[in-house]
C-alpha cells in the first residue's frame, strides 16, 4: 500500500524558512507536487517537480520557494525562504505513483501546517 506523510510544517515569523519534506512509501513516484490551502480558500497549487527533474512554480513562490527531490530516499521536498503571512495554510503533498500497465495513481498525503506570522 503506497503512503504519502508530510512533515516540517510549524509556526514561523514573516521573513523566515522552512523546508517540507514528503516520504513515500509503498513505490516509487513519478510526479509530486505540493499544494496549500488557507482557511476558507480553496486548495491551490504551489509547485510539481516531474520525474524529469523538470519543476514548475505558483507565481506567488517563484524566487522564494524550491521543490526537488530525492529518489534514492523516495522523498520529495518543498524549501520555503523568505515566507510570509499569506503563506500559511495546510501544505498537502500529491503523488502520481505507476501502477500496473501504462496506468498510473493519484496518492495524497494528510497535510501539514504552516503558519507564517507578522
Known amino acids: 500500500q503506497v503512503q504519502v506523510v508530510e512533515s516540517g510544517g510549524a509556526l514561523v515569523q514573516a521573513g523566515e524558512s522552512l523546508r517540507l519534506s514528503c516520504l513515500v512509501s509503498g513505490s516509487m513516484f513519478n510526479t509530486m507536487a505540493w499544494y496549500r490551502q488557507a482557511p476558507g480558500k480553496q486548495r491551490e497549487l504551489v509547485a510539481y517537480i516531474r520525474s524529469t527533474g523538470i519543476t514548475n512554480y505558483a507565481d506567488s513562490v517563484k524566487g522564494r520557494f524550491t521543490i526537488s527531490r530525492d529518489n534514492a530516499k523516495n522523498t520529495g521536498y518543498l524549501q520555503m525562504n523568505s515566507l510570509k503571512p499569506e503563506d500559511t495554510g495546510v501544505y498537502y503533498c500529491?503523488?502520481?505513483?505507476?501502477?500496473?500497465?501504462?496506468?498510473?495513481?493519484?496518492?495524497w498525503g494528510q497535510g501539514t501546517q504552516v503558519t507564517v506570522s507578522s
Open positions: 500529491e503523488t502520481i505513483v505507476p501502477t500496473t500497465g501504462p496506468y498510473q495513481a493519484d496518492i
